[in-house]
């Protein structure tokens, strides 16, 4: 079994500030660190190098507290030097049993932090181990290769569910398995997964999906979709006024289909500004008469994260569209709670950890649960990594949010794909290693 040792581990951070505020539904985000852990290990080869981030959005993560948003930074920051410190005394191993470990370090060593916002922290120090393990194993961090492993990759989330090997490594690319398609009201069915289009070179193009923050001007809108010939937007609710949203969603289909010509679609994204999901199915009911509705795909967490369940009034919602857990999942033990209660499916998101990234899509198509990657305004190596799962994983939803081209495009000039054409960001073959 290929294994490795975390000699070293060591967090630095970025201060990235937004050229403007991404506004979401009772929150506006302007500004986040960024978090760089960069690791040496022994693997079987001798020393191998590893680096990984994480976006530590605050509002996102820890929207409430008495402590300022400075504090609540300066704790996270915090939080991932120790992990960084915890990672370095482990002995050999893989870094899915280190990330399990180091989960439980983190909610001894900061128990007051909510699970999400510890959950960045770890992912910063979950991924730099992946990409010091996979450069160890020679081949991409993204492609599991079972052999290699000393569990399956599923165990914890999925006992029974092993997953595939990359091709060329002694296996094949992880294969979503669903249970066949599903139908979900006129929309996209569950358990139909596609990839990236390749490139010739081994590369893969991504369709880029544009975001509309809750009360973006449209007329800025319409300049982004004509000169990037973009055809996907995710658009952000308010969730105060169930009818005002849906509104807001007409408003912007107009707009996006004046803009571009052929196919589009939109998804929609509350942010946990809904109540109920109740409330959410009264928006929907309101869109429902609209043309822009056979053109919504999905619809992100639209209720608290610690909200009371209501499985079946979630359920009800689920059968007009797919509605995908995201603030919802901080860790792998959520993943059976988040099921129970009716979501459709999950967003993967790099920012919380290679480990949970993977383990939350093998959950998904495990059961033909929907499943998309969305990226966090990540910035830099983290959203290249983000781009990288996007690119690999089988997903439901071929269009890739990388918001960060909107907000803080200044982070990413080290990033060589960040022009986009006809709505296209497209990657390199990938290499050993996260990205």
């Given at each position: ?61 820890w929207p409430r507290s008495d402590l300022s948003w400075q504090a609540r930074d300066a ?9 960084c410190a915890s990672a370095a005394t482990r002995p050999p191993g893989d870094p899915f ?339």
């Open positions: 079994m290929h294994k490795v040792r975390i000699a070293q581990a060591q967090a630095s951070f970025r201060d990235v500030v937004l050229d403007h505020p991404l506004r979401l539904a009772g929150a506006s985000v302007d500004r986040f660190t960024l978090a760089v852990v960069q690791v040496r290990a022994e693997g079987p080869g001798g020393p191998v190098a590893g680096t990984g981030a994480s976006v530590l959005s605050v509002p996102w993560s704790v996270l920051r915090d939080l991932a030097a120790t992990l049993a280190l990330f399990d470990h180091l989960a439980t370090v983190a909610g001894g060593a900061a128990p007051e932090v909510p699970a999400l916002a510890r959950s960045l922290a770890l992912g910063a120090v979950d991924n730099a181990v992946h990409d010091a393990w996979s450069r160890a194993a020679d081949l991409p961090a993204a492609l599991v290769n079972a052999d290699l492993l000393n569990a399956d990759l599923g165990a914890t989330a999925d006992r029974g569910a092993r997953s595939a090997g990359p091709e060329g490594a002694g296996g094949r690319y992880a294969r979503a398995r669903g249970r066949g398609a599903r139908p979900v009201g006129q929309h996209a069915a569950r358990g139909r997964y596609a990839r990236a289009r390749a490139t010739p070179d081994g590369g893969a193009t991504l369709e880029v999906q544009h975001v509309a923050g809750v009360g973006d001007p449209l007329d800025e809108l319409r300049e982004w979709l004509v000169r990037d010939g973009i055809r996907h937007v995710k658009v952000k609710l308010s969730g105060r006024d169930p009818r005002e949203d849906a509104a807001r969603v007409v408003e912007v289909h107009r707009v996006l289909r004046a803009s571009v010509p052929g196919r589009i679609s939109l998804s929609l994204d509350p942010n946990e500004g809904y109540a109920t999901p109740a409330d959410a199915t009264r928006m929907i009911e309101h869109l429902a008469a609209a043309e822009a509705f056979a053109d919504v795909g999905y619809m992100e967490q639209p209720v608290p994260r610690d909200s009371a369940p209501d499985p079946g009034a979630m359920r009800e919602l689920c059968a007009l569209l797919p509605v995908l857990a995201d603030e919802g999942l901080a860790g792998v033990g959520d993943l059976d709670r988040l099921a129970a209660e009716g979501w459709a499916g999950l967003v993967v998101k790099a920012a919380r950890g290679q480990s949970l990234a993977l383990r939350s899509w093998e959950y998904a198509v495990t059961r033909g649960m929907f499943v998309v990657v969305q990226d966090l305004t990540a910035v830099d190596l983290a959203l290249a990594h983000s781009a990288r799962l996007a690119a690999t994983l089988p997903l439901s939803w071929r269009a890739f949010e990388c918001n960060s081209r909107q907000y803080a495009p200044h982070a990413n000039a080290a990033l060589p794909f960040m022009d986009v054409t006809d709505g296209l960001i497209t990657l390199g073959p990938p290499t050993p290693g996260i990205v």
